[in-house]
């Protein structure tokens, strides 16, 4: 019974002082998920990259000039209450899109989909990419594309599935040798792939692994605002637009202030009562 | 009996009774919703069993283990090889683009001859016996110095087959495109001794003062480096960056010093002076050292601090600092080698710099700098020369570098024909339109490319190689690693076209020479070769995939030879009329050299990159006058003149123009060529007087409103 | 309608040249009506059920013919040939190297099929390309190991007796989709008496619910 058992809710952390941008998770994503390429990528907004990086800077000039890089895949929200809402999911009129309660994965259906691009509107982080044109490869090319993820169409919306196929490989050889997952032995490809180390990728509600240890996510709702859960115990720790709710499974680091204000829009005067405002300490929960 | 309208209406009534009481209706409805969701032109990849295979990635010279997942024997992902002593498990986006390079558009897919101005398709036994035919010709004509070779890497098993295809032949003609491997191992011999590489452990430095090399850029072997600046947090290691812009390196560094670009030897100089004025270590550690008191003078009396703030830009100051940061620290390390330190450097700043660490006394030390043997693993049987090639090799080569040599042929020709292996000048050289009127000076060209590359483009016979995962090969660690692993890279697929590893072809084309030559390459296969001349570690090889031949400090202090610096002129780079200083810029995502990126990483390439047609080119806002973000401009140098797009940013110098490198292909590949333009067509080579580099780091550029 | 209401009201008023003449021959009319109601539905029903399957699938032969029972009595079980792989994944249909484990290039049996085998496969080292009844879309993603070892099912309980047929069937394959028929069924209206007669998204999804409770995420069966 899925109920019975232990719910994951898979994600991650980037800890964006040690990205260099190198562009290796990007990569890394497009040839493990069969995602195709044009012969113009250089207009970004048909450009279709399940995991982009950013690049943000504080606009200071040279040499005092800071850049970040921010490797945005999607964020698998959980919606107001991490109840499973997210804000795609909501707006899919065909279930073309829903919310894995075991895994907090949020799943896009290819051959569900009909292309009304509701939910690239109500997703506020652009994670999401419509195919404007068939996928074509050069000839002989797609010999090299993986049966684990299926190719997509033109007129479809397609998005990062943090490698579900992944999971599903790992799930099936522990089933056969009777036993959990191990931590590692599902990874995203951009996790793996990244030489800087800078992702990690596992169960946020395991307190064994990695990525529990660094976000250590607050169970309980945030008592400023009660649609926020699982805000990071971790002062260096801070998720994109955090306040709207929409509850990430994707948590950045940096020890700098600058960027982790960078994650949000704020008021004048606004980011000085956030910044000290964590989630409560572990006594709560 | 009349039929009526009353009757269709029956029939009609009755029709759709009928069809709806049978199973049409909603087997249709559903049918036709399933094939609305059909794409039968959609590829579906074939699904079966699941295998991973060892190998090392060739596509540059960092030498990485990778692990190529294959479903049925069909590869589908490659990814950095767990536990493997260069890269453990990273992997960087070209590497794991590799099986783009598989079915890229450019292959070559058979022999070819050149007709014309078009290619024919040959069979190997035409193309090797055409070959061979008009390599007979210049042997028997008693020339055979007139042979060249262009080649990339110079290490390994293959580097050595041919060189000893030359020395068979007669020709001492040999030549290698730039490269930081080649730049280091001059510097070694400048400053060291001959044949030897430099290696630099940024593993273990806890204070890295790199010379705008782009450490997490693809300097030296990448996924090591990136790894290396990784674990600086923790090991609570310093970067300091020299440089004139925001690169990723300095971006990541704890602290920036910016400086005049082209004045970084100076900035070495100056902190050596420092360390020789103020500190006593330096002085001692100078004992057993060469020209040594010619050299401390010369710093005393052109490299004061005044001296050194007027021609870099450091304040006198902070020269001093750095000087006593850096020899202060517990293994400080100087890193030269701008950007990815092949293209557009000198000696004179790669000796100074490695004079500030054999000052600091940084040499063969843990986090220092290794001046390493080479690796030593390859036992080649005695070559055969006969007199013709005996001849031959006694002569002098034309030119001392790939610079020179291309000069040499523009000006009076004096090559009959020239090999080019694993390179790619007519690209990867600066004035490539002066590289390619040297290349028209040669009759006869024979190119080993797997590509259409430029280079290819220009070539009269090309014997296509098959790549790296269709390839068994020796891969050597060098490129400033401070370890020497060898790898082997094995075939992962069979050729995808009808292709040969270039060490077969040369075996063909040797026994098709006859005599002498042929007795020098009697083996039956290239993978035979390889078995017999790394014979020692063959087995270890094949088993592990690869063998760490060194990897801790080599024993004792080497003695440095100052004589080179003392007496280096410094090098007064002509570099014509302008308000700014164009440089180019080695970006991560875009291949450098003779390596060309893949249709994917070309994709990931920013928009303040390459934006359409167009390169953008960053500027400093302060100094970009009535430009704006994004405007179409005229860039114009003594070389050349070309648009580009101007893209305002903080993170450069004012007054200097960063131009990304590796775009500007010219050759037939949609995907990757035809964007953007080559910033080596703008930049005129400028050759160093006693290392034949080419120093030309930049050029003097005007800037204009299109 | 409303123009067959607007026609049927003009008739009785000025139904002019046809309408006044015809009368006496109303009757006749609407039996005649009845026939050809009762001829178009018996046509129409009888294409529907008999007529329509035939052309709604087209027919393909297996390279040649494959004799599951006689291989269950020699080997004895599935897992032989069709097994799961040490990382759990599933091996399907066994490749030419799986058969070459007992078969040579020479027919091992008397039959034409036998020799069909041994001369135009295991000769000529080339892999049987056999048409695979269950086959489910690329869309689909499916866990034998999920269902046999971790759900402890038969075999038989999705595939049926196919271990038993001494026979390979025709390969149906929907002319519209693309799908083989057993993915709906060999029953046109999709009615299943068993558990296997059908393998759509709601026969996994029935399944699901009465067996784990919920009838699953999109992932869990898609990719």
């Not at chain 1, 990062?160 to 032995?185: G, K, N, P, T, W």
């Not at chain 2, 690693?481 to 075996?507: E, Q, S, Y």
């Amino acid at each position: 019974m899925i109920e019975n058992k232990k719910v994951h809710k898979f994600g991650m952390v980037i800890d964006l002082d040690k990205c260099t941008g190198c562009g290796a998770c990007m990569v890394s994503c497009m040839s493990e998920n069969n995602v195709p390429f044009k012969e113009d990528e250089s207009n970004k907004k048909d450009s279709i990259t399940w995991m982009r990086v950013y690049k943000l800077t504080n606009g200071k000039s040279f040499p005092e000039t800071e850049i970040v890089y921010l490797p945005r895949p999607c964020q698998h929200c959980g919606g107001i209450g991490d109840h499973g809402h997210s804000p795609c999911v909501s707006v899919c009129p065909a279930t073309a899109t829903d919310y894995g309660y075991d895994t907090g994965i949020v799943s896009q259906i290819y051959t569900r989909c009909f292309g009304c691009r509701y939910c690239m509107g109500a997703c506020p982080y652009h994670a999401r990419y419509f195919n404007w044109w068939d996928p074509k490869w050069p000839e002989g090319m797609e010999k090299y594309l993986s049966p684990n993820v299926s190719p997509r169409m033109r007129g479809v919306v397609e998005k990062c599935s943090f490698c579900y196929h992944r999971y599903q490989l790992a799930r099936e050889q522990a089933i056969v040798e009777d036993r959990e997952i191990e931590e590692m032995e599902y990874q995203t490809a951009c996790t793996t792939a990244c030489p800087a180390g800078a992702i990690v990728f596992g169960d946020l509600n395991n307190p064994a692994h990695k990525v529990h240890q660094i976000v250590k996510p607050d169970p309980h709702p945030d008592p400023m605002n009660h649609k926020v859960v699982g805000k990071s115990r971790n002062p260096k720790v801070f998720r994109l637009l955090e306040r709207l709710g929409t509850n990430p499974k994707v948590y950045y680091m940096s020890e700098r202030e600058w960027v982790r204000k960078a994650g949000d829009n704020y008021l004048k005067g606004e980011w000085e009562n956030v910044k000290t405002h964590h989630g409560a300490s572990s006594s709560h929960g | 009996m009349k039929i009526d309208r009353r009757s269709f209406l029956g029939l009609g009534l009755g029709a759709a009774a009928g069809i709806a009481l049978s199973p049409v209706g909603v087997k249709l409805t559903d049918d036709s919703s399933i094939w609305t969701q059909n794409w039968p032109w959609t590829p579906v990849p074939e699904d079966g069993e699941i295998t991973y295979d060892r190998s090392v990635c060739s596509l540059c010279p960092g030498a990485c283990g990778i692990s190529v997942r294959k479903i049925n024997g069909r590869p589908v992902k490659i990814e950095g090889l767990d536990d493997h002593p260069i890269n453990n498990g990273g992997a960087c986006l070209h590497g794991i683009a590799g099986l783009q390079y598989l079915y890229d558009p450019a292959r070559i897919k058979t022999p070819l001859k050149k007709n014309g101005n078009k290619f024919e398709k040959i069979s190997w036994d035409e193309a090797i016996s055409l070959v061979a035919g008009k390599l007979g010709e210049i042997r028997e004509s008693g020339t055979p110095e007139s042979l060249g070779l262009i080649s990339g890497a110079d290490n390994g098993s293959m580097a050595q087959l041919f060189r000893r295809f030359m020395d068979a032949f007669g020709s001492p003609n040999t030549y290698t495109m730039p490269s930081l491997e080649s730049n280091l191992a001059l510097t070694a011999a400048a400053l060291h001794s001959a044949d030897r590489s430099l290696g630099f452990d940024i593993d273990h430095s806890d204070f890295i003062l790199s010379f705008g090399a782009a450490i997490i850029e693809g300097w030296g072997s990448p996924v090591a480096c990136i790894q290396a600046n990784a674990s600086r947090h923790e090991r609570k290691a310093k970067l300091v960056q020299v440089d004139y812009r925001l690169s990723n390196t300095a971006n990541a560094a704890d602290k920036i010093i910016a400086v005049k670009p082209g004045t970084e030897a100076d900035l070495a100089l100056g902190l050596c002076a420092v360390l020789l004025a103020k500190t006593k270590i330096a002085k001692d550690s100078l004992s057993g050292d060469v020209n040594k008191l010619a050299f401390s003078a010369m710093l005393e009396k052109e490299y004061t601090s005044d001296k050194v703030e007027a021609i870099t830009g450091v304040k006198a100051a902070d020269v001093e600092a750095l000087a006593m940061a850096f020899i202060k620290a517990k293994a400080p390390v100087a890193v030269p080698g701008k950007g990815r330190g092949d293209v557009g450097q000198s000696l004179r700043e790669f000796a100074a710099v490695q004079a500030l660490n054999a000052l600091a006394g940084r040499l063969n030390k843990e986090g220092g700098v290794f001046v390493m043997w080479p690796a030593g693993y390859l036992k080649f049987p005695e070559n055969v020369m006969d007199d013709t090639a005996e001849q031959g090799a006694g002569k002098a080569k034309l030119a001392g570098s790939v610079t020179e040599l291309v000069d040499k042929l523009e000006k009076d020709g004096g090559l009959s024909a020239l090999f080019i292996y694993n390179a790619n000048p007519c690209y990867a050289l600066n004035n490539t339109e002066k590289v390619k009127a040297a290349m028209d000076k040669v009759g006869f060209k024979v190119s080993f490319s797997s590509f259409m590359d430029e280079t290819a483009l220009k070539s009269d016979v090309i014997l296509p190689a098959s790549i790296f995962l269709e390839r068994l090969e020796d891969v050597v660690s060098g490129a400033g690693l401070a370890k020497t692993v060898v790898g082997l890279c094995r075939p992962m697929v069979k050729p995808v076209f009808d292709t040969k590893h270039p060490g077969d072809t040369l075996i063909l084309l040797a026994q098709a020479m006859g005599d002498s030559i042929a007795e020098g390459f009697s083996w039956d296969s290239y993978e035979a070769c390889l078995e017999e001349v790394t014979g020692d570690i063959w087995d270890t090889l094949s088993d592990d995939g690869y063998v760490v031949i060194d990897d801790k400090p080599p024993v004792g202090t080497p003695v440095t030879d100052f004589t080179f610096l003392s007496s280096a002129p410094k090098i007064d780079v002509p570099m014509g009329e302008g308000d700014f200083t164009l440089v180019p810029v080695d970006k991560m995502r875009l291949a450098g050299g003779s390596m060309i990126s893949s249709p994917f990483a070309v994709k990931t390439v920013s928009d303040t990159v390459l934006s359409g047609k167009y390169s953008v080119v960053e500027i400093n806002p302060a100094t970009a006058g009535a430009l704006k973000d994004g405007d179409v401009a005229v860039l114009k140098t003594a070389m050349g003149t070309v648009k580009v797009k101007i893209g305002l940013n903080e993170g450069i110098m004012a007054g200097v123009i960063g131009m990304p490198r590796g775009l500007g292909h010219t050759f037939n590949n949609p995907y990757v060529a035809g964007k953007g333009v080559n910033v080596n067509d703008l930049i005129g080579p400028v050759i160093e007087p006693g290392s034949g580099l080419d120093a030309a780091f930049g050029i003097k550029a005007t800037l204009s409103k299109a | 309608m409303s123009e067959l209401e607007n026609k049927a009201n003009d008739d009785p008023g000025g139904g002019a040249h046809h309408g006044i003449n015809n009368g006496p021959e109303d009757d006749k009319g609407l039996g005649l009506g009845v026939i050809f109601f009762m001829g178009a539905f018996l046509v129409c029903f009888l294409s529907g059920w008999l007529l329509f399957p035939k052309l709604l699938y087209s027919k393909k032969e297996q390279p040649f013919n494959f004799d599951h029972s006689l291989h269950v009595e020699e080997i004895g079980d599935c897992e032989t040939c069709h097994f799961l792989r040490e990382d759990g994944t599933f091996s399907g249909i066994p490749g030419l190297e799986s058969c070459m484990e007992c078969h040579t290039d020479e027919p091992m049996g008397e039959t034409d099929d036998e020799a069909v085998f041994a001369e135009e496969y295991v000769a000529q080292g080339k892999e049987v390309p056999w048409l695979i009844y269950a086959k489910q879309p690329d869309c689909v993603y499916f866990s034998h190991a999920a269902h046999i070892v971790a759900g402890g099912m038969d075999c038989k309980t999705c595939h049926g007796h196919i271990g038993e047929t001494s026979s390979s069937r025709p390969y149906e394959e929907n002319r519209i989709t693309g799908y083989s028929r057993d993915i709906w069924g060999k029953n046109i209206w999709g009615i299943k008496k068993n558990s296997w007669d059908r393998m759509k998204m709601d026969d996994c999804a029935d399944c699901h619910l009465e067996e784990m409770g919920h009838k699953g995420y999109c992932f869990q069966c898609h990719k």
